[in-house]
């Protein structure tokens, strides 16, 4: 299986170049101008495009059992909205019940993301602590590809770790070469505001960001950033959402700390006016943690990403429709919390950074693939266009424009929070481990094709 990609602009994060890349299998196995090709080859014309390593989402949520229900998008509904949005490699997240075995939970993701389209790899969350937990993380570590455990501080009564887990398994982490994640919201803080507006009959979907204002995230991220810098671990703080959170990455890699932020689709165009509109499904359908934020909040996010103190771009994609939102209609603390936008990332965050001259070509690629690749030790097999590194590339016209709808995405669920953005800059293909698997608004993506990815553990001396 040949697959040549003619005449386009191939952007890489260090530098863009004109040429040809030709994939042969599920690798790239030349990169330059003029390439021969075998008369058999399937040819991709890319003249007055660009073409850019496949994008990695840092952050979904496939099929997760959550807040009484499941998500509407499985691992094959998910990874192919991804392959139409030019994604073509998901983290997504093992989150074991307290008490229950991490390797048992592993082996459960596992087994449902068997039917993935694109290719696929798992942070594990860490909801509690034991000996059993700690060498569980050994063996997920040394036997089975996992280098990133993530830690709820927020969801109180449910997957929250308290400062005791943290500080065990963020030091277990570093023992084993890991990297420790965070969903920074102080839990107690959010579990006592929802008490509060609850008794003050105040029950609908605008009472959620009013039960999560930054503060309470911006306490989490210091608290995750000081636990890291007292045991010497790296952190990485999952959808900052907030310019104070962002103060606080900064502030500490300023000092020299080794700490990674994480920016939302979402939270990058969308602000909290969502919460007021008196459409309680549409309110409703935005309910996601942290809260969609003021547009002071979005304009320091670009700031950050460009400034170089965020470093991916994700969605937390977890998709859930009207009705099982509607769980929550009379008590807000009840909305199965999350959003999609696997399949629009990459167009959004072009559209909003590169046609608005906040970021180039080149930081595009790094902030949605590049960065991702390296954080989390998948580089140079993913995130660059070279030989040797998985053919994952998406074919990217520039001057291409799109209209988001609900009725027109391939993700499950019903509802988009992008629902009528307009954006400039869409893939026209999507290349996944070789194969064309998305041409021009044509989907083939094929149940089961995506593969497990195999994350080694970082070497830990710096010798
Ligand atoms: O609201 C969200 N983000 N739902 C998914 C779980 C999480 O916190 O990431
Ligand atoms: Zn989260
Ligand atoms: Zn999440
Ligand atoms: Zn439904």
């Not at 959170?245 to 979402?266: F, P």
């Not at 460009?306 to 769980?327: V, W």
């Amino acid at each position: 299986m040949t697959t040549i990609i003619r005449g386009g602009t191939i952007v890489n994060a260090d530098r863009a170049f004109r040429g040809d890349v030709l994939c042969f299998g599920d690798k790239i196995v030349a990169v330059g101008e003029q390439l021969d090709a075998p008369a058999n080859a399937t040819v991709v014309d890319a003249g007055g495009q660009y073409v850019m390593p496949g994008g990695i989402d840092t952050h979904t949520h496939m099929q997760l059992p959550f807040m009484g229900t499941v998500t509407a998008d499985d691992f094959f509904t998910g990874t192919a909205a991804g392959l139409a949005g030019g994604t073509t490699t998901i983290m997504d997240f093992v989150i074991p019940d307290p008490k229950q075995s991490l390797l048992e939970a592993y082996r459960t993701w596992r087994g449902w993301a068997r039917k993935s389209a694109g290719d696929y790899t798992f942070h594990v969350a860490v909801t509690w602590w034991d000996q059993s937990v700690h060498a569980e993380m050994g063996t997920l570590v040394r036997e089975h590809g996992v280098n990133s455990f993530k830690h709820f501080m927020a969801y109180k009564n449910a997957i929250m770790a308290d400062d005791e887990t943290l500080v065990n398994s963020f030091r277990r982490a570093l023992e084993l070469g890991a990297i420790p994640t965070v969903h920074a919201e102080n839990g107690e803080l959010v579990y006592q505001l929802q008490q509060e507006l609850l008794a003050r009959g105040i029950t609908g979907a605008k009472a959620h960001p009013l039960s999560r204002p930054p503060e309470v995230e911006a306490e989490a991220a210091n608290r995750a950033i000081a636990i890291a810098n007292v045991l010497g671990t790296p952190v990485y703080i999952v959808h900052v959402s907030c310019a104070e959170s962002l103060e606080a990455i900064a502030r500490a890699r300023a000092k020299g700390q080794r700490v990674y932020g994480e920016a939302l689709a979402g939270h990058l165009v969308i602000d909290d006016s969502v919460y007021a509109s008196p459409d309680e499904d549409f309110a409703r359908g935005h309910v996601m943690s942290p809260p969609f934020r003021s547009p002071h909040h979005q304009q320091a996010l670009w700031q950050g990403l460009r400034g170089g103190n965020l470093h991916t771009t994700a969605t937390d994609h977890c998709t859930f429709c009207a009705e099982q939102k509607a769980a929550g209609k009379d008590n807000f603390t009840r909305i199965p919390n999350g959003c999609g936008g696997v399949e629009e990332r990459m167009a959004v965050v072009w559209d909003a950074g590169v046609n608005s001259g906040t970021l180039t070509p080149s930081e595009f690629v790094r902030v949605t693939s590049t960065n991702a690749a390296q954080i989390f030790n998948m580089y140079p097999r993913k995130g660059v266009i070279a030989v040797g590194a998985d053919a994952d590339l998406v074919v990217w016209d520039p001057n291409g424009t799109r209209t988001i709808s609900a009725k027109t995405q391939f993700a499950k669920g019903g509802f988009n929070v992008f629902e009528g953005r307009t954006v400039r800059g869409i893939p026209t293909h999507t290349i996944a481990a070789g194969k064309l698997v998305f041409e021009r608004g044509e989907l083939r993506a094929e149940e089961g094709a995506g593969r497990h990815i195999d994350r080694p553990a970082f070497t830990t001396q710096s010798t």
